[in-house]
């Protein structure tokens, strides 16, 4: 049939329009079987006429696509999943965080995160400097520094030897000493001491970007963990539910993490209701804070003078010493670090902060502590280092002299100057004493016995503790569970600082041991299944529970301070110290940093090397490095502040726009509040009331002077009342003469055999 | 058959497993048969509700809790995530009003709170939440709160769209089968 112009375009408007419903059914708030009927309807239609309008082909394509949208939504959706279900842990740590509150479970958050950074850094190390060497590199036993020497040969496999890295792990890819120094190994030309550095500084170079990005995504969600809502209690009790929640585990997680989240509130609160006195306040706290002061200068002066009674020690004979002299420094650090925290915990109670803040003083505090074993521990090393560099000048001009021997008797023998190299097996070679081996079996040795310990103090100190107070309760004259000892708390502050201590030893150490990073990998794997056992199975949750600081930034601050104290010493060693001559893939050289200058030299055109040595001047790279770090922290900041400020012109817009309906007195704001109409229950839900309460305030009442206790914006309102408030009473369209009479409950249309949709209650309409 | 007809038959199955004895395999001449309450706590999708017995009182007609095929189908499509939120936020309204007075007072809180917390919470922290709760959303002074407060303060809420769930949780605990409803 031939249509007009004006026939074609009204019918091209109701199809668009018809396709719309189609899309948008679901949406409605309609009742089934309206939304059904009106499928049908709409589907003929769009049959019928799109037919008409010659879009045959239109409407396949139209279909196709309609579908692939759905299908792209469900795959987005379904990647989405896939996504989270990837996050390792991500079920253990909501365990946690359910029964122990999320202070608990930011630790083992923070433990996940460490394990990511660690298996990027084993990514570099690993498949940049330990896999060349080994596929392209010389065999073991070809060359001295990859050979057990021949005086230890005997005792190389025995267990107490590997367990002090000595023998065959000493010459393995494990440590500095294995690798060799030729510039470039295998067919690939694998320049390996050149990678060798570059790992080495990359790792730094990459730990500090991470950190500072996630610094600066942290700073975004900003606020120091007290949640600011206008609604907080409310928004608990009403939407933390999970209606989607089948699972009787599930359940149960959700019971108890709405639970502790209530009581992470209540503790909130009832801070914010304390009495303030605050001069005593005041003065307890600089009282505190003085102790404590004390008590850490102790503990710094403490160690200082037993390890300078063991520099004396070491220079007496070994023999005459006793156990206790022999191990003075590592007992008192043990010591401090066993006596301390807890003593930093009593003192503390002056204070009488926040549970928040008064976690993140105890972290400062213990941190300050351990400074005081780390100096320690670098003090020593840093001698020992000394000494062997000293042996190894006389060794090395042993060597020397040993080979101009050599050559000498050779050709004043044979009466040539061709001399071949002598023939010595790699393991009767003199060697020298390789510092950065021992600096690298020093860390590796010191990490392990890290490990041990802790893993040791869980089991006992928690595990055997609950064990105990378990089972000998029933035979005990006081309450074991409810006085001393009872079940032990999970002590958030030295494990977070554990990890970040951990942290630095690995930094420092991974230049001298690449195997170190891989030993890290293992601890920190094993450590979160560990921990998360021991947590569930023995610790009971804090007695305030509270909620954690909504930023990391706390542990991250730590963490960038470890970092920048780990790079301090071994830039030093790479500016300054002179490598082994015959251990390392440095050896040879004067410092390490000279393998930069030779590539650049040899393998890189003549200009680089002039704009390099304008560009090496370090009062050039040190501001340029610094102010490349602020720069980027800052710019991930103004991120957050531009969404920040999107948000807030969002809300002002909404509030404007609240406003502006509530004064126009508009009769409907919203045209899905004009569709449920359709949807109030036809018959109120109510008991026969047993007084006469305007039960839905105003909808009767045309001008709302009967209900006083309506919103003032509302009561303004017309006659329409009925969208606004109240949904179980019959909504009037005649107007009303009389007073509300006793309503007649639910007998009215529910008995009868009617369970069509709603029939109007009192409206003129049909009903669909 | 269209995807409204075979979701509804879906549903259909559903609503029969309940009560085979009950629930006739032809709906075509919409019969009057109600499912009590107690069947239909059992399905998977409300067993570990806490609020299930309001959930099911609430869509039924008869304020009992005996849902008939529509009712059942209501429900569920309610319940569902795709449904707008004002519907949502009507329909929470009446399933947090205990004594269905069309009001939420401090009685009805507290018997919120306590399915909520399994009853872990001391009285002390109970009147101490109820009361803060109230004092928050409650903007006319009456001390309890009528539809308008309820609706302002869900308003803003930021995920209660999807009743607080994330998606690992819908994967990991829920069972999926609100999906019928997403292709109608």
Known sequence: ESLSEGEIAALKEQLEEKKKLIVTLRNKPWRMKKRLVLLKEAQKFVEEFEGALGKGKGKKLYAFKVMMTKKLIKFKRDFENFKTAC???????????????????????FLRWMYGLNMVLFGFMFGLVVLPEILMGLPYGSIPRKTVPREEQDTAMDFSVLNDFEGFCKYSFLFYGYYNNDRTIGVLKFRLPLSYLLVGVGIFGYSLMVVIRTMAR????????????????SWKMFTSWDY??????????????ITTSFKESIVDEQENQKDENIHLRRFLRVLANFLITCTLGGSGYLIYFVVKRSQDFAKMEQDKLSWLEKNEVEFVMSLLGLVCPPLFETIAELEDYHPRIALKWQLGRIFALFLGNLYTFLFALFDEVNEKLETEKSIRNATIWALNQYYANYSSYFNTTDVPPPNVSPADVIRGPCWENAVGIGFVKLVVSDIQVSYLTILVGDFLRAVIVRFLNYCWCWDLEAGFPSYGEFDISGNVLGLVFNQGMIWMGAFYAPGLVGLNILRLLSSMYYQCWAVMCCNVPHERVFKASRSNNFYMGLLLLVLFLSLLPVVYAIMTLSPSFDCGPFSGQDKIYDVVMETIEQDLPSFIANIFTYATNPGLILPAVLLMLALYYLNAVSKGYKQANMDLKKKMKMARDEEKNRRNNKDSTNQVMIDLEDLLPKKSLIPPPIEEEPTPPGVV??????????????????????????????????????????????????????PGPSRGRGRAGPPR | MTNADSSSFRLHGRYRELAPHLVPLDYTNNPDIRVPPTLIVTMPELKENPFRDRIVETFSEDGHGNLSFNDFVDMFSALCETSPRELKTIYAFKIYDFNRDNFI?????????????????????????CDKSMEEADLDGDSKLSFSDFENMVS???????YGSTSSTTK????????????I
């Open chain 2, 105 to 129: 007072c401090k009685e009805d809180l507290k018997k919120t709170l306590n399915k909520l917390t399994k009853g872990e919470l001391s009285p002390e922290e109970v009147l101490l939440v």
């Open chain 1, 701 to 754: 009442n045309a001008k709302g002077s009967k209900s006083p206790k309506m919103k003032p914006g509302a009561a303004a309102k017309g006659v329409n009342l009925q969208k606004d408030v109240s949904l179980a009473a019959p909504n009037p369209r005649a107007p009303v003469t009389y007073a509300p009479g006793p309503r007649r409950g639910p007998a009215g249309n529910a008995r009868g055999p009617q």
């Open chain 2, 172 to 183: 990991r605990g829920g069972k999926s089968t609100w999906l019928p409803l997403h292709n």
């Open chain 1, 218 to 233: 942290n700073s975004n969600e900003g606020g120091d963990g007290a949640e600011e809502g206008e609604f907080t209690f």
């Open chain 2, 156 to 162: 803003k809420a930021p995920d209660f769209l999807r």
């Open chain 1, 87 to 109: 996050i390792p842990w991500e079920r253990k740590i909501k365990d946690v965080e359910s029964h122990f509150g999320s202070s608990v479970a930011s630790y083992f958050i």
């Open chain 1, 244 to 257: 989607l929640i089948g699972n009787p585990e599930t359940a149960d997680n959700k019971f108890a993490s």
